[in-house]
């Protein structure tokens, strides 16, 4: 049974440029939420997606953007990239029935813009 | 602003000893908390939850909730060198979303 999977691991882009990053959950869960983790703070939450739509979204411009397939996969895309978008992008899988609510993180995109 | 707050550390006990990590939480609105573990350049993993008032206990980790007092404490008896690591505490925010609100992490250095 695979855990969450993302790809690519690294990824090195310039200002100004455009970026995928992609998720795959768990088997049998349904909800993948993004999480953007700086140097030395805790995950912050970006956007959690369910039912292909996005359920909601924490404090990020609207440069980030996802998608969520029927296969229950995700995307996130950043446009316009900054020097502060470099951070680790944690893609975070759950299942929605899940009373307690937990969520398994993937292991993670590091991005770092120059 | 719903806000998670933890000790940054680094927290340092020896091997053998019970690391005691702690965590408040602002909103009392939360459901459940979440302890998770993360080892430097690896991604968060999943230790334990709790969302009863009182202890939970799993192997060598007690986590301890009390919602009165907004303050949620992870307890690692016979710690190990391979604890070492950044633990974040993090708050289940419900509703039309599930989102988790993480504090900043407390870095445990366990000496041999």
């Known amino acids: 049974d695979a855990g969450v999977t993302q790809s690519p691991t690294h990824l090195i882009k310039t200002r100004g440029q455009q970026v995928t990053l992609r998720c795959s959950p768990k088997s049998g869960h349904d909800t993948v939420s993004w999480y953007q983790q700086a140097l030395g703070q805790g995950p912050q939450f970006i956007f959690q997606y369910y039912e292909e739509e996005e359920r909601q979204r924490g404090n990020f411009p609207d440069r980030f953007s996802g998608h969520q397939f029927p296969n229950y996969s995700s995307e996130l895309n950043v446009n316009a990239l900054l020097l502060g978008d470099s951070a680790l992008y944690l893609c975070?899988?759950?299942?929605?029935?899940?009373?307690?609510?937990?969520?398994?993180f993937g292991p993670g995109t590091r991005l770092t813009v120059l | 602003q719903k806000e998670v707050e933890q000790n940054s550390g680094p927290l340092s006990v020896p091997e053998g000893a019970i690391a005691s990590l702690n965590c408040t939480y602002s909103d009392r609105g939360s459901q459940s908390f979440f302890w998770y573990r993360q080892y430097s350049g690896k991604s968060p993993e999943l230790i334990m939850f709790i969302y009863s008032n009182g202890d939970k206990e799993d192997g060598r980790f007690t986590a301890q909730l009390n919602k009165a007092s907004q303050y949620v404490s992870l307890l690692i008896r016979d710690s190990q060198p391979s604890d070492s690591a950044t633990y974040l505490c993090a708050a289940l925010y419900g509703g039309a979303t599930n989102k988790l609100i993480f504090g900043t992490g407390t870095l445990l250095a366990v000496q041999p």
């Open positions: 975070a899988s759950s299942f929605l029935g899940n009373l307690n609510n937990e969520q398994f």
